[in-house]
């Protein structure tokens, strides 16, 4: 949560590696290039590869391959869209990436960029976002994410977006095609009800929702979506697993 680290969970996730278990990092980050975040992992002590790692901006990449898209996204990311053509008009595609807390946001997200991808929607533009989050959790408290701009282009344009990031079944698809894995013997762990819990749970996969981050408490109790276990943090993953028969 605005990169510090939650405590345990990096041991956490070395010991599950260390028993045997294949892992890979989900994210729907993309304020972040996938080696920089990869970097701030490892720094906080994670054991992991670049490659373990999945992100929607290089899920945009593959989908969106030799396509001319006029992206809304951080300059962070930018680098992890090769093989897109990143154009200023009269794109095939509109992408709408995340917001991050610096001011950038402000330009990224302003009146006019906004109102500029509408007007391409409108001309026949498809529109795409590396995911719909409407809020995202800081260690200032909750705030405002580019979902919420998706949200208000699809209602403006009178279309859908599709969305690359979770709770797309295809990015889960992708992660455990990564790992070999069948959706009814895979955890899928995380913070946020709907993109993390709903999203793998319509894939077939096992949940474990944990109270940080995102959690909410009001949020689970008007869910319909149940997870299959509740833990205070990742940190207790492991000696959870180990008690299950």
């Known amino acids: 949560m605005s990169g510090e680290p939650i405590p345990g969970a990096a041991a956490a996730v070395n010991r599950l590696r260390e028993v045997g278990h294949r892992l890979r990092f989900v994210t729907n980050n993309t304020t972040s290039s996938r080696a920089a975040l990869a970097e701030e992992l ?14 929607t901006p290089r899920a945009a990449a593959k989908a969106l391959a030799g396509r001319r898209v006029l992206a809304l996204t951080m300059p962070a990311i930018v680098e992890d869209l090769e093989g897109i053509e990143l154009v200023g008009d009269s794109p095939e595609v509109v992408l709408i990436g995340g917001a991050d807390e610096t001011p950038e946001t402000n330009s990224v997200f302003s009146y006019m960029n906004i109102a500029r991808a509408f007007a391409e929607i409108d001309a026949g533009a498809e529109l795409y976002s590396l995911h719909k989050n409407p809020w995202w959790q800081t ?5 405002l994410d580019s979902g919420a701009f998706v949200a208000g282009l699809e209602y403006a344009a009178g ?17 455990l095609e990564a790992v070999d894995a069948d959706p009814e013997l895979t955890w899928m762990v995380g913070d946020d009800i709907e993109a993390d819990i709903r999203g793998a749970q319509a ?3 096992k949940t ?3 109270r940080t981050g995102k959690f909410r408490p009001d949020a689970v109790e008007r869910s319909r979506v149940m997870p299959d276990a509740i833990l205070s943090s990742v940190a207790d993953l492991p000696e959870w697993l180990e008690r299950r028969p």
């Open 203 to 205: 894939h077939g996969m």
């Open 159 to 175: 279309v859908e977006a599709t969305v690359l990031g979770k709770p797309s079944p295809a990015y889960f698809l992708a992660a």
């Open 139 to 143: 260690s200032r408290g909750p705030l």
């Open 208 to 210: 474990a929702l944990v």
């Open 42 to 55: 490892r720094s906080m002590g994670v054991q992991l590869e670049d490659e373990e790692l999945q992100t």
